[in-house]
């Protein structure tokens, strides 16, 4: 008996469970709902504070609130803080619910330790580069000429150049960083338990396509570039063992989007 308790003493723990793939959808989901509910709120209230500070004709208040919404700075100051309190809500959710999981480099770990060597940095700097520009021509060759645009795209150009920044600097960092959590750390991870990789791959990166179509006004043929790049970010998550390298070609990509926001003119919304 003393010589079994001595072993057990020494050997090491087995790793924490991965997340179940019904937890990790719950995750997801809560993430895009807090947006609708947070933005809706947030959106009130930003809409009673600049009418207050304005004056509201009697009767017309909300005909008024209603219009102060649709304009682009205001539309960018609900973004904002949107992202600001969904994302933060969801990082200290996940991290509250799977606190061992997140500095192992392994699946079920959630990747958020160094990558197994620099060059995956590197890597992932050039991923975020190409990406891009091979997405755009796969989307044009399905559209067959038909216009893509996005709601951030559009935002982004037709706000306020003070407003621009912090707005393209949460959708650089912030932004990848929650989804590369929720995708690539949490949802990767529950995808193993159950499939291979190049299987778990793919609903991943199925899912990470689909949830991003309401930005583009659903236009189906936006999916084959999403696709290729959830599937890309995920074969960097676990090639790197860690998500830092998914996050940077993520967080890349994003910025290539962004770019046009500050060399157009805000007049032009279209992107």
Not at 159 to 188: D, H, I, K, Y
Not at 233 to 241: C, D, I, K, V
Request: with cysteine; net charge neutral; glycine share 8%.
């Amino acid at each position: 008996m003393q010589a079994a308790r001595l072993d057990s003493a020494f050997t090491p723990s087995a790793p924490p469970p991965a997340p179940t793939l019904w937890a990790a959808l719950g995750l997801i989901a809560l993430y895009f709902v807090l947006q609708y509910l947070v933005g809706a709120v947030v959106g009130l209230l930003v809409g009673l504070t600049v009418g207050l500070l304005h004056g509201f004709r009697h009767g017309e208040a909300m005909e008024q609130i209603q219009a102060l919404l649709v304009r682009p700075d205001v539309n960018a100051v609900m973004v904002i803080l949107t992202l600001l309190i969904t994302a933060t809500v969801t990082l200290i959710l996940a991290r509250r619910r799977w606190p061992t999981l997140w500095p192992l480099s392994a699946p079920p770990g959630f990747g958020f330790a160094p990558a197994a060597q620099a060059g995956y940095y590197a890597l992932a700097f050039a991923l975020g580069l190409m990406l891009p520009f091979l997405g755009g021509l796969l989307t044009q060759w399905f559209a067959q000429g038909h216009e893509v645009s996005q709601d951030i795209k559009d935002l982004g150009a037709s706000a306020s150049p003070l407003l621009r920044m912090p707005l393209a600097l949460l959708v650089v960092t912030l932004g990848p960083l929650v989804e590369e959590l929720l995708f690539r750390g949490v949802l990767l991870s529950a995808a193993l338990r159950h499939a291979p990789s190049g299987v778990a791959i793919f609903i991943t990166a199925a899912l990470f396509a689909c949830v991003h179509l309401p930005d583009l006004g659903f236009l189906w043929y936006a999916l084959p570039n999403l696709l290729v790049l959830g599937a890309v970010l995920a074969w960097l998550r676990l090639a790197s063992g860690s998500v830092w390298p998914a996050v940077l070609a993520h967080g890349v990509n994003n910025a290539l989007a962004v770019v046009s926001w500050f060399v157009v003119s805000g007049h032009t919304p279209g992107v």
